[in-house]
């Protein structure tokens, strides 16, 4: 069974035998007193129905407008009349470029757990298409690559070992170390004892 009110109320529902009346409207505002997380941005509010045997799955197709688009981080809200709070669908896919979030509504079956809103809550359903919190990305950028320590150490040690055998040669270079001795000519009188000739 099928229910088509996108153009009225912007709510289309597919739901699987069992069902023998569906019904969605578009709410003015919240419609009950429990308020919505402080971390979202309250869209539009609708109740959806489905009346007859039970169905076992549904897909409820909720749509946006142009006062109030939907993002990749929108959400859609159930209010749990056991819990008295709202609580965002489990099972939500995002079409912004259909313009649409379709909540996927089904028992448990195998190892799958049942949907949050069940088949049987959705005999009366109050929801809220909000914008939830915008997602941060982080740009990553690449670090400079590093040498190790232990690897510029060679480096110094192997220029050390250029210069040494250079300065070796300029030691070579060097003329001779002087001497001194007392002065040969005798007609020389010394002033002092400090005062003495320079020979190579």
Known sequence: M?????TAV?????????????????????????VLPATVTPLLYFDVFGFGTGAASAAV??????????????????????????QVCSNLTVSTANDFIEVAIASAAGS???????PAQFEGLQFALVNGPQVRQLLLLPLPRLTPL??????????????????????????PRLKLRPAANPSFLPVSSTDLWLSA
């Open 2 to 6: 099928t229910l088509t009110a996108q």
């Open 150 to 175: 232990r690897q510029l150490m060679p480096h110094r040690l192997q220029l050390h070992r250029r210069l040494l055998p250079r300065q070796q040669r300029q030691q070579q270079r060097l003329p």
């Open 10 to 34: 912007g709510v289309n529902v597919t739901a699987s035998s069992g069902l023998t009346t569906l019904g969605a409207a578009v709410l003015d505002s919240n419609p009950v007193s429990a």
């Open 61 to 86: 197709d909720f749509y946006d407008t142009t006062a109030t688009p939907i993002t990749q981080n929108s959400l859609v809200y159930f209010y749990n009349t056991t819990a008295s709070n709202w």
């Open 112 to 118: 799958n757990p049942a949907t949050a809103p069940t």
